[in-house]
């Protein structure tokens, strides 16, 4: 069973469009993720929300809404798509109830997004 | 957020071991290490975390200074499939988010 899991894989779309992109996990993790992988292959925080609700929100265009619908789902729509979102997105969960000290995320495999 | 300094890139002969270097001088007493690995055309994923002592698992060794401004990753017999690349990351205890920086690509030949 796939322990964190992201649809689409690939995402081809032209520019003005708006699309979403869909994250589930199966480890019964509290905190989920949302990152964005550039072609320069840098890897930055987007949001993140624990048992539904927002607790990360780093500067990132209002274009992008994220959603949590519960705690296994995290979902990210993206409003009137630019060239420059085209990136590699990836979708991460960890526990914060295991303990402060050990939180360790757990990645899904990434949505490839090309805005054309 | 507390900053990391690694190599932008690092070569090892396949079956030797491999010391993956990371600086972090500004790291505050309550900062866990943590490594994670990408590997080609996947998500990260976790290699090992430590504090202060040094820590082994089934994937690597974490070496910590005793200062704690840099730490090493040792894999002790690199395979092919360890090619990817190494991020070193700072946590703040009682924080969620990982600021990750440019990593380490390692190279294997084989």
């Known amino acids: 069973d796939t322990a964190v899991s992201q649809t689409p894989k690939y995402l081809v779309t032209q520019m003005g469009n708006d699309k979403s992109i869909k994250c589930e996990q199966n480890?019964?993790?509290?905190?989920m993720y949302w990152y964005k992988q550039d072609s320069k292959k840098f890897l930055k925080i987007m949001f993140s929300?624990?048992?539904?609700?927002?607790?990360i929100n780093e500067t990132v265009p209002n274009r992008f809404s994220p959603k949590s619908p519960d705690k296994a789902h995290l979902n990210l729509h993206i409003n009137s798509l630019e060239l420059g979102d085209s990136a590699v997105y990836f979708c991460a969960s960890t526990s914060v109830t295991a303990g402060a000290q050990y939180n360790e995320q757990f990645f899904g495999p990434g949505t490839r997004l090309t805005v054309l | 957020d507390a900053k990391t300094t690694q190599p932008n890139s690092m070569e090892s002969n396949e079956e030797e071991p491999v010391h993956l270097p990371c600086n972090h001088s500004t790291i505050s007493g309550t900062d866990y290490i943590h490594w994670y690995r990408q590997l080609p055309s996947q998500g990260p994923e976790y290699v090992i975390h430590?504090?202060?002592s040094n820590v082994n698992n089934r994937m690597a060794s974490l070496a910590i200074a005793e200062d704690r401004k840099s730490s090493t990753l040792i894999l002790h017999r690199a395979t092919l499939r360890d090619a990817a690349v190494y991020y070193c990351i700072l946590r703040t205890s009682g924080t969620y988010k990982y600021i990750f920086g440019t990593g380490t690509r390692l190279k294997v030949l084989a």
């Open positions: 430590g504090l202060t």
């Open positions: 929300y624990n048992n539904k609700e927002l607790i």
């Open positions: 480890l019964g993790h509290d905190t």
